[in-house]
């Protein structure tokens, strides 16, 4: 026999719901989508639809065969990690590792918490860092931006602008040279993973989401401020700050983690001051990363790790209203 639970009003419902926001998230990546199929063809349309799929399936079979609940992939929270993982792979990765890597994000980064809304870290991410470890020249061959004329597994290839900037950093100065223009890096159409090439597309498709109240601006922007600050401070020598600044900015993994991975409601803080200590620690292991570090690029890392100090950062909360404050 069910219960009536009768609450004090107010009982209006914001419209808000889970569905809606996924659906909202997966429209502000569709700039930034279009520029990756302009830039990489069949590439970046198998990849993807590879991904969602077995992403999809995945969480089907888990929560029907092995966790015996009904499956909930009608909250498109599936279809959404599925797009975010394709867009941290390069788009001429085989069909078997982007399926391995599903099932990892799926598997492994959310249904063994025991679903959406319990799960600690990214599952996009835990799916992007395993491939990464396991199958490292497979994750780090990029294909460059040839359009519908470049095949699917048999792109050319080249060097990113990051990792060139790795080079740079190492004291490599002669290689200056062979960085694309600013305003290049900052419009896309270069070699990467598919959510790297266009931070213009990334951009407007974060505003998009901060002016629909999908999320708020303290994590982007802390982040941001913060690896621009260290940028303009550790600028190598043959490079001016602003221009070591802008390529930090515009290159890589950065605004896609900025706006779309470290902002996800689960796995980041509830607080403003929570969210803006999370994206300060997200932007300077970044770039103690990729000054230092052996990887060009620390993004999924630094979410990862910061990921695992949110229990912590959701302590950081206002006091109660008539809470007795022990001092």
């Known amino acids: 026999m069910k219960k009536l639970i009768v609450s004090p009003a107010p009982h209006t419902h914001s419209g808000d719901s889970v569905r809606r926001n996924m659906l909202l998230v997966i429209a502000a990546l569709m700039p930034a989508y279009a520029v990756s199929i302009f830039a990489f063809g069949w590439g970046a349309i198998?990849?993807?639809?590879?991904?969602?799929?077995?992403?999809v399936g995945f969480e089907w079979l888990i929560a029907k065969f092995i966790l015996k609940q009904q499956p909930t992939i009608g909250d498109c929270s599936a279809v959404l990690t599925g797009l975010?993982?394709?867009?941290?792979?390069?788009?001429?990765l085989p069909w078997w590792i982007i399926v391995i890597g599903a099932l990892v994000a799926i598997g492994v980064g959310k249904m063994t918490?025991?679903?959406?809304?319990?799960?600690?870290?990214?599952?996009?991410?835990?799916?992007?860092v395993f491939l990464l470890i396991s199958f490292p020249v497979q994750m780090t061959t990029w294909p460059l931006a040839q359009g519908f004329a470049g095949s699917y597994v048999d792109a050319q290839t080249g060097a990113t602008p990051l990792s060139l900037m790795k080079q740079i950093v190492k004291g490599n100065s002669a290689l200056i040279d062979?960085?694309?223009?600013?305003?290049?890096?900052?419009?896309?159409?270069?070699?990467?993973?598919?959510?790297?090439?266009?931070?213009?597309?990334?951009?407007?498709?974060?505003?998009?989401?901060?002016?629909?109240?999908?999320?708020?601006?303290?994590?982007?922007v802390s982040i941001l401020a913060t690896v621009a600050l260290f940028a303009w401070i550790a600028t190598p020598e043959g490079m001016c700050g602003h221009e070591y600044m802008g390529y930090t900015l515009f290159t890589g993994g950065m605004m896609l983690g900025a706006f779309f991975m470290a902002t996800d409601y689960v796995t980041s803080p509830m607080t403003g001051w929570g969210k803006v200590i999370f994206g300060i620690g997200i932007g300077l292991i970044v770039m103690v990363i990729r000054t230092w570090?052996?990887?060009?690029?620390?993004?999924?890392?630094?979410?990862?790790?910061?990921?695992?100090?949110?229990?912590?950062?959701?302590?950081?909360?206002?006091?109660?209203?008539?809470?007795?404050i022990k001092k």
């Open 178 to 220: 062979q960085l694309p223009a600013l305003k290049d890096s900052f419009l896309g159409l270069m070699g990467g993973s598919l959510g790297e090439i266009c931070a213009l597309a990334l951009i407007v498709g974060g505003i998009f989401l901060i002016a629909t109240k999908v999320i708020t601006w303290h994590i982007p």
């Open 46 to 55: 198998i990849t993807t639809l590879i991904s969602i799929v077995a992403c």
């Open 293 to 324: 570090g052996a990887y060009p690029e620390g993004m999924s890392f630094a979410i990862l790790i910061m990921n695992a100090c949110v229990p912590l950062l959701n302590k950081i909360r206002p006091h109660r209203f008539g809470e007795v």
């Open 113 to 128: 918490f025991g679903g959406l809304g319990q799960n600690p870290f990214n599952p996009a991410l835990v799916g992007r």
């Open 84 to 92: 975010l993982l394709a867009f941290n792979l390069p788009s001429n």
